[in-house]
């Protein structure tokens, strides 16, 4: 809430001297009560200093009309009109949120990235706990964009929480005035924190990373589910199932019983490569490498929610994991492997390079076994939360006993490291 030219004036000279990663801008001028916030002599400095350094701005449609010189908002397609012309403006996003748009069931916002104009749904609540929905929203995106989110991807992870939380205070009576406000802190009181599929990503899940290999599987002559289900019990802490050579219906068959094993578990099963698959047998996520479908592509696919990971090799290619809204690097080969045909090795030089390159949590992978795994966790860079292991779990006769000892080797790595 900015009421005056002078405070938007050094707020603008602020962020031209310490530019920040991404700058969201909620122009409150107009509150959901029709209380007004900032007067409209400040309409042209909004315009001028601050709409174009943002990453994204957060009108609703009273303010989108006041910064649009009054420009009348009364249906959809006038929101979708309002967000190209405040784009024009210059922001690089815009959110025109439409929950005051008369004669709507649904609360409907349209998000304009310069080319394409998405129409976000949610249900409208009834509730009069509505105050600090728009504070909240915009915050939540700052947030989510904080922690590597795409900016389609934060926006929607933003609407579904205020959805929520509307939804979980509706009915809450404290204070006085015509609104009340909302309940922020549904996840802790519902225990969601505890539950990785209703909640982001957990890092520690990378811990010991099981990546499968059927061929190996076939030749010790044990069902897939057989091998998930040892290396589980043996202290895998997320499973990936990386098929080369099924074909996409024996593929998803065997998919679908790994959910069911890993869901039992609540270990969490990345598919590899193939994000169709993922979708169809509801897995937890993907994991992509650098010439398959790129990860952004796969976060608007498979929305908010799904786990995504991202071979990178190089820090550049860590910097645009970020940027496309990845949970997590996948980075080798640290060490030779007779895995995967032609890969490069990196060393742990290169681990760290990577890892340094990002704020996404990284897990190593390539040549990875009981007898090198403690020095990759001892590199002691803070964002290196495991190792992905092929052929030291799968290529043995126990993958049970094989895990166990590698979990024990890895929890001892990380306990030299605190
Ligand atoms: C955890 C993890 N890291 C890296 C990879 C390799 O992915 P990619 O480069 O796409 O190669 P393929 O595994 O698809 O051959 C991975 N699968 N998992
Ligand atoms: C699947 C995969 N990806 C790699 C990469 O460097 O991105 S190395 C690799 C194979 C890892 O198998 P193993 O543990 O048997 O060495
Ligand atoms: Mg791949």
Redesign the pocket.
């Known amino acids: 809430m900015l009421p005056s030219i002078g405070i938007v004036k050094i707020l603008h000279e602020s962020l031209r001297e310490f530019p920040v990663r991404a700058l969201v801008v909620d122009p409150v001028m107009v509150s959901t009560s029709g209380d007004v916030l900032a007067g409209p002599s400040i309409l042209s400095s909004f315009r001028e200093e601050l709409l174009p350094m943002a990453d994204i701005i957060t009108p609703n449609i009273k303010e989108a009309s006041a910064l649009l010189g009054g420009m009348p908002l009364e249906t959809v397609a006038d929101m979708r009109s309002a967000a190209k012309a405040l784009h024009a403006i210059g922001p690089r996003n815009v959110l025109v949120k439409g929950g005051d748009l008369p004669d709507s069931l649904d609360a409907i916002d349209i998000f304009f990235d310069g080319k394409d104009c998405h129409e976000l749904r949610s249900s409208r609540i009834k509730t009069r706990n509505t105050h600090g929905t728009g504070c909240t929203l915009a915050s939540c995106i700052a947030a989510e964009l904080a922690k590597g989110s795409s900016m389609l991807s934060a926006v929607k992870v933003a609407k579904h929480y205020v959805e929520t939380v509307l939804e979980y205070s509706k009915d809450i009576f404290i204070g006085n005035g015509r609104q009340g406000p909302f309940d922020h802190l549904l996840r802790l009181k519902n225990g969601i924190h505890n539950s990785h599929r209703q909640g982001t990503f957990n890092p520690s899940n ?1 811990f010991l ?1 099981a ?1 499968t290999d059927s061929q190996m599987n076939k030749k010790w002559g044990r069902p897939m589910v057989d091998a998930i289900e040892a290396a589980i019990e043996g202290g895998a802490t997320i499973v ?1 199932l ?1 098929e ?1 050579d099924a074909e996409t219906r024996e593929f998803l068959e065997m998919a679908k019983a790994c959910v069911g094993i890993c869901r039992s578990y609540g270990v969490p099963l ?1 598919i ?2 193939r994000v169709d698959v993922a979708l169809a047998c509801d897995a937890d996520g993907v ?6 479908m790129p990860a952004r592509i796969a976060r608007t696919l498979l929305g908010p929610e799904k786990i995504i ?3 990178c ?1 190089t820090p550049e290619q860590a910097q645009q994991a970020w940027i496309d809204g990845a949970d ?5 080969g640290v060490y030779p492997t007779n895995t ?1 045909a032609n ?1 490069p090795t990196l060393g742990l030089d290169g681990l760290k390079a990577v890892c340094l390159a990002s704020k996404l949590p990284v ?1 190593a ?2 040549g990875i076994n009981a007898s090198n795994a403690g020095s990759v966790m001892e590199t002691g860079v803070s964002n290196l939360k495991g190792v ?1 292991v092929v052929s030291a779990l799968f290529d043995r006769e126990s993958v049970l006993a094989e895990t166990r000892n590698l979990h024990a080797i890895l929890m001892e790595a990380a306990s030299q490291v605190k």
Do not use: E, F, M, T
């Open positions: 990378l990373y990546v990936q990386r080369k990345l590899n490569d994991h992509v490498g650098q010439s398959d990971g991202v071979s090799k997590y690097i996948g980075c080798g995967k890969n897990v992978i390539g992905a």
